[in-house]
């Protein structure tokens, strides 16, 4: 082996070392917010439309709800008439809604999967989902593993808590975790003990699967 092939083998087995498999994490976690936006948005487009036709049916707030009501074509007494041209672009993008919903179940699944492989204690302790946004804001399960429990509870928060440090208002309690239920279903005076408790749990559950790796 001479030294240039010695080089590609010692930067080859220097990246792979580097790369893990955290990374598969935070690449799915981006996906599944990209999803939501996107999602969500068609859903408005889709709603406004559709209220001309039925505007009742159009505030039904369960999404998947209102798109079968969709495929039922029912017009209501209120609504506008459109065309059947209308119609079938409306139940088009409708279609359309549910293969993206489809689609982003399928990812929540595959990072339920991936985060229980990768840090079982975490996903267990924080959700999936939220343990997939802690890593990712974090940079990596190392990074979320050496930063103090105090610093989990607000990850996520930082544009409130540079607004309390550079003008004096209320500093964040929390930030990512807050959507976990630990946190959201707690009385309002609870919530901040809450979050610490949990931000606690955390910390020492992404501890548990760093080292564990090591």
Known sequence: MNLRELNIKLT???L????SR?????QTIHSIDELIKIINTLVANLRERYGYYAPRASRTE???KFLELINKKIKEDIGMDLTQKDLDSIIELSAEIKNLIQL???KE????ELTKEICSNLSQVATPLIASRLIDHAGSLKHLAEIPSSTIQVLGAEKALFRHLKTGSKAPKFGIIFSHPNISKALQEQKGKAARKLASEISKAVKIDFFRQK
Not at 16 to 19: F, L, P, Q, V, W
Not at 109 to 112: D, L, N, P, Q, V
Request: aromatic share 4%.
């Open 12 to 14: 080859k087995e220097s």
């Open 16 to 19: 792979r070392k580097e790369i």
């Open 22 to 26: 955290d990374i598969l994490i935070i």
């Open 62 to 64: 369960d999404v998947e």
């Open 104 to 106: 982003k179940k399928s």
């Open 109 to 112: 699944k595959y990072i339920e």
